[in-house]
């Protein structure tokens, strides 16, 4: 299904919301009065974690197809999703299809629908919370309703983020992609896959959990969390810089050619990248490398204007948006870097100097190039290129970049810059 999927989707970058911590006041039409702002920092697509009434967690869902009264109504949602479309952005919404709260509805309706231990009782396969009972997908009757309620929110929605999409039948998948394609062309399906460690539990347990490589034969996107996983390594000195670009350099090898990563700094489950990173100026690196990255990029909302503190899901608990420094220009400049075909349709290639803990990452696209090197951990020093001698401009502050024999110079600030941008002398 997936072999449609458009390279372009390597050039979006996609805002997540959680609506009780958004505002103050937590609800959809408090949001309304902020989408001009999320659309001006460059955004493309909206993504709306779980809003459905739930047990605490937004994840412990007990109806899947209504809103949490919380947020607001039926009416409050739709007009939202009305002011995305009039923005020109897409939304995507965030569906929790391997489990339900323990006090979900489905429970007492369909208690055949739910997995059961060998002692009959029901219960979850391998993440063990207090809060869900896992569904089980060898009932047929349950595909058809989770693929109505995806039908009732593609009414609303352009596309799905899936939430533990790969411990969910891939065929399940194929048919609700097929079944919604039927009435609705065009939605975008974004899985959020699993940590390594996870796929290796699950399968030890005896049950299915599919690659990021099986999961990109139905989805367009996948989050990118098992580089994650390397980002945060490198973060605490545990991996060299050039271990972390050679985990992203490989995928270009183990996925399709139209392949799309969802990369991201920050989500709801990690912290916030500024209480990681307090240096603004490697803040700004890491930024920049996120958009110049190949694939698509998340921010988490707050994370533009560097929030040191990651909101609570459980409770109310609104972003502080008194964070600083402000990164939106800076935003803004690498939107419009990341529109460049040459992200989406380029060769892509990745290198680490070790020594300054600096990388480089260039797209080669015929006689058109785009290069940009980040210092990672605040260190000035000499990068290597391949791009004939000569000035050309950084296309983040407008500054001047100056190529000799190979080489350039570059403090503790991004440098990105392109064959377009070249001085004649």
Known sequence: MAKSTSKDLRGKVIYSIFVRNHTAEGT???IEPDLERIKALGTDIILLLPFYPSDGSPFAIKDSRAVSA????WESFKHLANQIHALGMRLVIEIVFNHTSRDSALLSEHPEWFYRDHQGNMANRTLQRSDVFDLDYSNSALWDYQIETLRQWAEYADGFSCNLAPLIPMDFWVLARESLEKTKPGLLWIADTLESWLIIEHRAKGFAAYSDGE????????????IHQVFKAYLKGEIRLSTFTKAIESQDAIYPDNYC??????????????SVVSNNSVLRGWTAFLYIAKGAALIYAGQEISCARAPGLNAKDPVDWAGGPDLSGLTRNLYKIKKNPIISN??????ANNRTDTATVRYVMGDKWLEGSFSLKGQSGLADTFVPDGHYLNLLDYSVVNVKNGKYGMDANPVVFCSDYRSIE
């Open 215 to 226: 999961v990109f034969q139905v989805f367009d996107m996948c989050f990118s969390n098992q």
């Open 346 to 351: 380029g060769a892509f290639y990745i290198t």
């Open 28 to 30: 959809f039409a408090a």
């Open 261 to 274: 990563k969802l990369h991201f700094l920050e989500n709801y489950h990690t912290q916030r990248i500024k």
């Open 70 to 73: 919380e947020y607001g109504d």
